[in-house]
């Protein structure tokens, strides 16, 4: 089974950064995505990078703000994320899927544990 695990997580003023990183084995056979799922809303799709390539998509609501990156030599996928707002917090997931390209949580077989990101002045 694979095993992802989320760090980079934290609390910032709005307008600031943070860069989230998703540690696994594999990465150069999966498609890697991050979602985040704030308190009494669904988990929601918000940045993919392909299995090959390295083709990203973004949620309107980030584009140009994140920028996801992949680097398989490391098993590591980051989240660039700038120009934080607090609409942006919520809790940061990484998950893979043997699926070419998805936007649905549910396409997605593994993920990892969440981390908090917090964004309030």
């Known amino acids: 089974q694979v095993q992802l695990v989320e760090s980079g997580g934290g609390e910032v003023q709005p307008g600031g950064s943070l860069r989230l990183s998703c540690s696994g084995r594999?990465?150069?056979?999966?498609?890697v995505a991050w979602f985040r799922q704030a308190p009494g809303k669904e988990r929601e799709f918000v940045a993919t990078i392909r299995k090959s390539g390295g083709a990203q998509t973004y949620a309107d609501d980030v584009n140009n703000r994140f920028t996801i990156s992949r680097d398989d030599s490391k098993n590591t996928v980051s989240q660039q994320m700038n120009f934080l707002k607090p609409e942006d917090t919520a809790v940061y997931y990484c998950a893979a899927t043997s699926l070419y390209y998805s936007q649905k949580p549910d396409q997605y077989s593994f993920w990892g544990q969440g981390t908090q990101v917090t964004v309030t002045s």
């Open positions: 594999g990465f150069e056979n999966y498609g």
